[in-house]
């Protein structure tokens, strides 16, 4: 499966932003899906999962109650919904891909990646 990240763009702070991320093909809804993002100079961080039957979700304390992750089998897509945006949430967003029937939040857990979208969020 190859993926594709959009949505990312400038916004100030308390504003909202939604991403989403478009599958290759139709097994996506056999792929656990998680979020992450990257700023200059840090190692890329876990932001949010969910699993193949959306049963199951997870989120960083980070962004807990402001990010939504959802899924759309029908459109081979996951989106996050962000919320009350601050201007720390500034980063580039990948979205990935595992085999997994959890929600992982380690990188090595995931096999493919999306090509990242950037997200900058002013005060």
């Known amino acids: 499966v190859q993926l594709q990240a959009s949505g990312g763009g400038l916004v100030q702070a308390g504003g909202s932003l939604r991403l989403s991320c478009a599958a290759s093909?139709?097994?996506?809804?056999?792929?656990?899906m998680g979020w992450f993002r990257q700023t200059s100079g840090k190692e890329r961080e876990f932001v949010a999962a969910?699993?193949?039957?959306?049963?199951?979700?997870d989120y960083a304390d980070s962004v807990k109650g402001r990010f939504t992750i959802s899924r759309d089998d029908a459109k081979n897509t996951v989106y996050l919904q962000m919320n009350s945006l601050k201007p720390e949430d500034t980063a580039v967003y990948y979205c990935a891909a595992g085999s997994r029937w959890y929600t992982p939040r380690l990188q090595d857990e995931y096999s493919t990646w999306g090509q990242g979208t950037l997200v900058t969020v002013s005060s």
């Open positions: 093909d139709g097994t996506f809804s056999s792929y656990v």
């Open positions: 969910i699993s193949r039957d959306s049963i199951i979700t």
